[in-house]
C-alpha cells in the first residue's frame, strides 16, 4: 500500500565512493555522503547479486509437507534449518526461475514439476543492495542432490507443514529468509 501523502525520496549527494573489499560473491563500497540535513557521513554497502528461496511443498500421508535443508553456516558457526537458497555467481544474467530450479535440485535432488513466484524482498536493504525470489515449488520428484563442495555437510529434511510450523514457535528456525518467504507465500495464501 503505498501512501499519496508520502513525502518524496530523500536526496544523498554521494561526494566519494570507493570499492572497500570484493570476491566473486561479495563486494564492500564505502561511500561519503552529504545527507539531506547537510552534514557528511560514511555509508557501507555490501553489493551482492540476487537470490532465490525456494519453499518446496509435496504431499504426504498427514497433508502437505515442506523439505528443508540444514547447512552450517560459517558467520554465525551454527547450523540452520532453512528453504533451498542461493545465487548463481557464475551466471548472473540467468533469470531467477531457473535459478530456483537449479537450486532446488542442487541441494535437495528436488525436481519441481511447478515453479510459482511469490514475489521479492530485500535482504538487509538497512547495508546491502542484495534482492532475493521466492518461489513456490510443487509438484515434486526426487532425484540425487548435486551439491557443491562446500556443502557436503548439507542435509535434507522433508516434514509435514504442521512440523514446520511447531518448529517456527519453538525457535527452531531462526534463518530471517526462510521466515520471510514462508510469511509472503502463506499471506498470499500459496501454502
Known sequence: MTDESEPPLPRYEVVSSRM???NPWTALREDIIIRPDGKQGLYGVVERGPFVVVMPVGIGREGPTVTLIRQYRYPVNERLWE???GMWESRPDAAPEQVAAGELREETGL???TLIYGGAMFQGAGYSTQKGHIYLATDLT???PAREATEDDMSCLTVPLKTFEAMIARNEIVCMVTLAAFAL???RALV
Open 185 to 187: 507465500l502463506r499471506a
Open 83 to 85: 528453504f533451498p537458497m
Open 111 to 113: 525436481i519441481a514439476g
Open 20 to 22: 572497500a573489499y570484493s
Open 142 to 144: 526426487q532425484g540425487e
